[in-house]
């Protein structure tokens, strides 16, 4: 199976921050990664899909990046509605596999 | 606009068939396109892709080495929805299920809800 690696695992910052979460493959996975946010009580939403696509209805100030093997998240401006888990998924092949997350709190 | 709505029970007991079922509205489970997932969720696991159904002029389906052995997604064109068993839980089945829509086979773009089931006796 491909491991994926999120780092930080959390992440203190403040409304109006920039803010860059990376996640890491235990293999090269081209561009085959997508980006979700995760708020407490609720299914997770996709973000970015294939590293550097946009999901339809997700502001600009989330984007991605990265092939092969490291990718980030970046939150341009973060905005209060933001402070949530962040997970990476891989999908190169079967199993699909997530990354751990990253817990994105307000300092 | 799609919605997965799931149904089923919250509570299993060890050795016995976890079932879920996933009603689609505003796509269909015989897409070409889609392909129809679960996904679990517990605090020592994570997000873990459990199998996934789909049509592409005949009906495929892929399953996780780790459940392979006990699991089944089938789908139900009569109904518009597919279903999840797993056969002979134990308490690390514990975990909230989810179904999904896979776009294409890659990224997964609608969720259902989310059902937490416990194995408990």
């Known amino acids: 199976d491909i491991q994926m690696t999120q780092s930080p695992s959390s992440l203190s910052a403040s409304v109006g921050d920039r803010v860059t979460i990376t996640c890491r493959a235990s293999?090269?996975?081209?561009?085959?990664l997508n980006w979700y946010q995760q708020k407490p009580g609720k299914a997770p939403k996709l973000l970015i899909y294939s590293a550097s696509s946009l999901q339809s209805g997700v502001p600009s100030r989330f984007s991605g990046s990265g092939s092969g093997t490291d990718f980030t998240l970046t939150i341009s401006s973060l905005q209060p509605e933001d402070f949530a888990i962040y997970y990476c998924q891989q999908s190169y092949s079967t199993p699909y596999t997530f990354g751990q997350g990253t817990k994105l709190e307000i300092k | 606009q799609v919605q997965l709505q799931q149904s089923g029970p919250g509570l299993v007991k060890p050795s016995q068939t976890l079932s879920l079922t996933c009603a689609i509205s505003g796509d269909s489970v015989s897409s070409n396109s889609a392909a129809w997932t679960w996904i679990r969720q517990s605090p020592s696991r994570g997000l873990e892709w459990l199998g996934r159904t789909y049509y592409r002029s005949k009906w495929y389906d892929d399953y996780a080495v780790s459940v392979k052995s006990r699991i089944t997604i089938n789908p139900d064109t009569s109904k518009n929805q597919f279903s999840l068993q797993l056969r002979s839980v134990t308490p690390e089945d514990t975990a909230v299920y989810y179904c999904?829509?896979?776009?294409?086979?890659?990224?997964?773009?609608?969720w259902g809800q989310g059902t937490l089931v416990t194995v408990s006796s």
């Open positions: 293999q090269s996975i081209s561009k085959y």
């Open positions: 999904t829509r896979g776009e294409g086979l890659w990224y997964f773009d609608y």
